[in-house]
């Protein structure tokens, strides 16, 4: 009995990770397309540097987002292990069926949809954290909005002050601040995304009665994210490098500046408030907000419509087929 307990909790680890490797994979696109299409580095540069970032982030930043998913989600005297199968594989899927469609959904958001749909499905209404998940969700409307203005302005500010200049040097000057605004960017993914497995395995141990008293992350749970995490950045998404590189607006090497900028302060100021947000909004509002500095009709409305469907649908629908994992790990008695 215990020994098949020991195998149960090592498949959920294992499987934790995988989505965090997947959450790398799906969102590399956030880091790496707006040097890809400012042609500052080859793909397989872009990847990486970005990857190189996402694995130094935890020297960076401390875990507020990982209590935020171990404890501030769903109640945790209700998880198990049926609970996170449900919570990882809602979000698992929710993420596949996105990447395979090139839509830049939120990873993050696929995992708390999964928390919530899998804690539904064992306890009802009185699984949720109102608290934790109201904080949640209203960050998917801020974040965008927030890297959106602060784009615009940094935006606005850059084509003024270089307003007499030559366009040719200005762009090789913001060609070369890339590398600090990308490197940022990438660091801020690494500390906002990888903190939400952290506090999955986190829990998961609590579950199982392998860590006692206050809620804390291991640091090996923190090593093996972060290396995680950064595997997925190297394989890269590339459907959605296209959407995000090229789809929203057509971006020059200033304009990928000031966008990655914007986003990295975004995420820098979520990750030390401790809220999970979405780095795919947030980017993809930075990059609209680049767009809009030069002229509304300089943005692919249509698309960016087909991304904002994708946000709305990704809480409920993760949550729906964690639903239905979580039915499925009881069959499997995990």
């Known amino acids: ?15 934790a990770l995988v989505f965090d490797f997947m959450n790398g994979f799906h969102d590399a696109a956030n880091s790496i397309a707006l040097m890809v299409s400012t042609r500052l580095l080859t793909p397989q540069a872009a990847v990486i540097w970005a990857a190189f970032f996402n694995l130094i982030a935890f020297l960076f930043f401390g875990l507020h987002v990982a209590n935020t998913i171990g404890s501030g989600i769903i109640n945790k005297e209700i998880i ?3 609970v996170i199968f449900g919570a990882l594989g809602g979000a698992i899927s929710w993420n596949l069926i996105t990447w395979w469609f090139g839509i830049p959904s939120s990873s993050s958001h696929a995992l708390v949809g999964g928390l919530v749909g899998a804690g539904l499905a064992k306890a009802g209404t009185g699984a949720v954290v109102a608290q934790g998940l109201i904080k949640t969700s209203v960050a998917i409307i801020l974040s965008p909005l927030f890297g959106m203005l602060l784009a615009l ?11 007499k200049s030559s366009p040719y040097p200005t762009e090789r000057r913001f060609n070369k601040l890339q590398f600090l605004s990308s490197s940022l960017y990438s660091l801020g993914h690494g500390g906002n995304d990888a903190q939400k497995t952290m506090g999955i395995i986190a829990v998961l141990l609590y579950a199982n009665g392998y860590m ?6 291991p640091f090996w749970v923190v090593i093996s994210c972060q290396i995680a995490m950064a595997g997925g950045t190297l394989f890269g998404g590339w459907r959605i490098v296209r959407t995000m590189g090229m789809g929203i607006t057509r971006i020059r090497p200033s304009g990928g500046f000031c966008a990655q900028t914007s986003g990295a302060i975004a995420l820098f100021l979520a990750t030390s408030l401790g809220i999970p947000v979405s780095t795919t909004h947030t980017i993809t509002g930075a990059i609209i907000g680049v767009g809009l500095s030069r002229r509304a009709s300089a943005v692919r409305w249509g698309l960016a419509s ?14 729906l087929i964690a639903a239905l994992c979580y039915q499925l790990a009881l069959t499997l008695k995990m």
């Open 212 to 217: 006692q008293g206050d809620f804390h992350v």
């Open 306 to 319: 087909r991304i904002v469907w994708a946000w709305v649908l990704t809480i409920p629908c993760a949550g």
């Open 80 to 82: 198990d292990n049926a």
């Open 153 to 163: 302005i940094l935006m606005i500010a850059v084509l003024w002050l270089f307003e």
């Open 1 to 15: 009995m215990i020994e098949h307990a020991m195998i149960v909790m090592g498949l959920l680890v294992f499987v």
